[in-house]
């Protein structure tokens, strides 16, 4: 598709090593990190007093990661431009007594998080990863990218309805595989502690899931489309970062008017109610001690907000080709189309007019194509952390995103550019 901004595949490249290299909340934002470091971003900690000089920083916390650039002439007043993403996708969650099994197969036991197409999840090779937590509190990365977990279904053969309609049990029959024998307490955490170097008597938390190991890839005739897990909402994460490095290298030779902001909350998939949550104190909390780091009142902190605008960027659904009587039938969004403006008057996304003429021209001041999305009146409208982040701190929040297909699959489906046009929208919206 002939665009004002040319297709830059790199971004692309860059998106599915992120995806690859980030099977977990945690593994997401240890790698945003790493990539705002190389941009010259520092870690702040929480725990510390920090300090009014420019430049970029970021706080980690969990799952989450917020990420600011205050420019040489920003002043205790200055506005926030946010971008809103989250990190976290449905998938399979091991459960705290992990050490399950029946009839002679030794197995996972898992709990189902946030909203997964559960049959996906069937007869594919799995691995596992997350954090794990010693007595010292202090955490590690584990991340075991191979085949060692499985879903299997029932042969047809013993059950001859299934492709009448397959109906899944979530705590019978999605707990996955992963040897012969019987059972032994303690096995998987000293399988784990071997796999990360550790002891397993070290270990007194985790927080582990399952994950696809079949990389991300490009897919087609022509290589448009782009088939990989978690898009939904690392796309966003991996855009926001890009965006937010661009505008902070170009930040130290020219003047802006506000101070970016990436935002990449956990725990949107089953509500965003947690400390590392849309709907938690993170963000607000970053913002004021941002503020009052520069020497900022509590009236210098209400006009910052004022002035401040969140873009919620998180995946839509594109038009299926299969069932286009679930879609509105005005508002098809296709993949490489551009991103897509999200729009319901019940607030399930927080988007206005007033919004919409701001996404416009940060679309058209970076020569991207946009589309608009909104449900078929017959078809629950899902959310996202606009309305939350408008609700909670009170500041203008505009719900976008790129058209996919399988959304909530353990692997989805996207346009090769959109993830490009994505990032070049986010830009222009920084640097406005």
Known sequence: MSTATPFDRGHTDGLLSFLAASPSPYHAVANAAARLEKAGFRQVLETEAWDAAPGGRYVLRGGALIAWYVPENATPGTPFRIIGAHTDSPNLRVKPVPDTGAHGWRQVAVEIYGGALLNTWLDRDLGLSGRLTLRDRSTHLVNVDRAVLR??????????????????????????VWGLGQP???????????????????????????????????????????????M?????????????????????????????VLAAFDHEENGSQSDTGAEGPL??????????????????????????????????????????????????????????LKVNVNQRYSTDGSGRALFAAACERAGV?????????????????????????????????????????????????????LANCLTAFLDG
């Open 184 to 230: 032994r307490e303690g096995d998987l955490l000293r399988f784990l502690a071997e796999e990360s170097g550790l002891s397993a008597d070290e270990i007194t938390g985790w927080d582990l899931m399952a994950h696809s190991v079949e990389p991300p890839a490009y897919l087609g005739r022509d290589r448009e489309l782009v088939a990989g897990p978690r």
């Open 151 to 176: 879903v299997p279904q029932l042969a047809i053969h013993l059950d001859r309805q299934v492709n009448d309609g397959l109906k899944l049990n979530r705590q019978r029959h999605m707990t996955p």
């Open 369 to 421: 194509p946009w589309q608009s999305f909104v449900s078929n009146n017959d078809v629950p409208c899902g959310t996202t952390i606009g309305p939350i982040t408008a609700a909670r701190h009170g500041i203008t929040t505009v719900d976008i995103g790129v058209a996919i297909l399988s959304m909530h699959s353990a692997r989805e489906l996207c346009g090769a550019e959109d993830p490009y046009l």
């Open 232 to 260: 939904d909402n690392l796309l966003s994460v991996h855009a926001g970062v890009a965006a937010l490095t661009a505008v902070a290298a170009r930040g130290a030779d020219t003047e802006l008017g506000t101070i970016p």
């Open 283 to 340: 963000l607000g909390s970053v913002l004021e001690r941002s503020v009052y780091a520069r020497g900022g009142s509590y009236d210098e902190r209400a006009r910052a907000w004022a002035g401040t605008v969140c873009l919620s960027s998180d995946t839509g659904h594109a038009v299926h080709p299969n069932y286009p009587e679930r879609h509105e039938p005005g508002h098809h969004p296709l993949p490489n189309g551009g991103p897509i």
